[in-house]
């Protein structure tokens, strides 16, 4: 016998993730950019901040995201004078990303408003074991957790 809706845990899961993803879209308007923007920006910031100067492959690898849609959005991000793209000089078909003073200065508030949603939406489960489960689940099969800003 199929499970209720209320007792399957990817169903439960499928609306959590909608209600959170409207929690940040709703928290990042403001800041005017999209969840996946903010995504993409706060790993190339937080490359930069180690002292790396990415390509687009190592920040679509960080954020999990598929490289033609992250080239995509990097683009608007480029648009809106968050981030800087440029040719590299090792490889001249790959781009190098630097966020530049603007999203150096846009991260950050992105990041901490995204931090207080997240809080928010989080607050009925203790923060470590919130963190230790989706640690557990978004974990690859090599066993590492992901890396990065979130």
Known sequence: MPL???????????HAT???QRDIATALAPLDLTHVQFVLLACTWWLNTQGEQPNQLAVAR???T???MTSQVLRALERKGLVEREVDP????????RVTDAGA??????IAVVEQADAQ?????AVGDAVALLGRLARPETG???AGPE
């Open 90 to 97: 090792a490889d001249t078909r790959a781009k190098r990303l």
């Open 4 to 14: 209720g809706p209320g007792e399957s845990p990817g169903f439960l899961l499928w």
């Open 121 to 125: 939406f989080f607050r009925p489960v």
């Open 144 to 146: 590492n957790p992901p």
């Open 105 to 110: 200065e846009l991260a950050p508030r992105a």
């Open 66 to 68: 598929d490289v033609k």
């Open 18 to 20: 909608l209600r959170w």
């Open 62 to 64: 960080q954020a999990g």
